[in-house]
Nanobody
Framework: QVQLEESGGGLVQAGGSLRLSCAAS????????TAWFRQAPGKEHEFVAG????????SYADSVKDRFTISRVNAKNTVYLQMNSLKPEDTAVYYC???????????????WGRGTEVTVSS
């Protein structure tokens, strides 16, 4: 069983940056896709970015393209989400999740972390 733990959230002003981390324990992320989702109050989970095990393929939501960068360090069993030029509409709880395929739908992912909260003030 793999456990995922997110960290790095917080309060930041619009235009600022944060780096989120997703650390896996128990079992590795080897061979799996890792993705970031977010959920704003009253809304459903929204795909943000995903990355394959090799790191060779990434995918981003249009709303974060050119502002967010997903990366991974397999030796550390950790996936990162660098978020730049943050906007108030990026405010949400951010979750990392593990899945078999790089897809945007939450049902594709079988293990989820508990989330880290990001608040962007205007």
């Amino acid at each position: 069983q793999v456990q995922l733990e997110e960290s790095g959230g917080g309060l930041v002003q619009a235009g600022g940056s944060l780096r989120l981390s997703c650390a896996a324990s128990g079992r590795t992320l080897s061979g799996y896709v890792t993705a970031w989702f977010r959920q704003a109050p009253g809304k459903e989970h929204e795909f943000v970015a995903g990355i394959t095990w090799s790191g060779g393929t990434t995918s981003y939501a249009d709303s974060v393209k050119d502002r967010f960068t997903i990366s991974r360090v397999n030796a550390k069993n950790t996936v990162y989400l660098q978020m730049n030029s943050l906007k108030p509409e990026d405010t949400a709880v951010y979750y990392c999740a593990r899945g078999l395929y790089l897809k945007t739908i939450p049902n594709n992912y079988d293990h989820w972390g508990r989330g880290t909260e990001v608040t962007v003030s205007s």
